[in-house]
């Protein structure tokens, strides 16, 4: 079992900054690929990115490449999604999802969930 919890949502303005974290508890964090999903009212989940648990690369949605970076600190058991030049399109519950196998884009994949953390941006 890995109990996931994120933190660090709010209301930011557009073009503004925001840190979330996903802290991890339970079995070693380092078996398991992180991933951030969002769900914004009405609409699925969706892919944001995703970190490895080994060399630490990241794969990225198109609609946030470049804008949005994944980290992890395997000491701390925490992975960081950094989210800057923020758009009122990026308001939706953050989730950050930890999967055993391969990076995918489908949240049926991922085994744990944390409960997710609203971000929120005004224009």
């Known amino acids: 079992q890995v109990q996931l919890v994120e933190s660090g949502g709010g209301l930011v303005q557009a073009g503004g900054s925001l840190r979330l974290s996903c802290a991890a508890s339970g079995r070693a964090f380092t078996l398991y690929n992180m991933a951030w999903f969002r769900q914004a009212p009405g609409k699925e989940r969706e892919f944001v990115g995703a970190?490895?648990?080994?060399?630490?690369?990241?794969d990225y949605s198109d609609l946030v490449k470049g804008r949005f970076t994944i980290s992890r600190d395997n000491v701390k058991n925490t992975v960081y999604l950094q989210m800057n030049n923020v758009k009122p399109e990026d308001t939706a519950v953050y989730y950050c999802?930890?999967?055993?196998?391969?990076?995918?884009?489908?949240?049926?994949?991922?085994?744990?969930w944390g409960q997710g953390t609203q971000v929120t941006v005004s224009s």
């Open positions: 999802a930890a999967s055993p196998g391969f990076i995918t884009t489908i949240p049926r994949d991922y085994l744990y």
């Open positions: 970190i490895r648990r080994s060399e630490g690369s990241t």
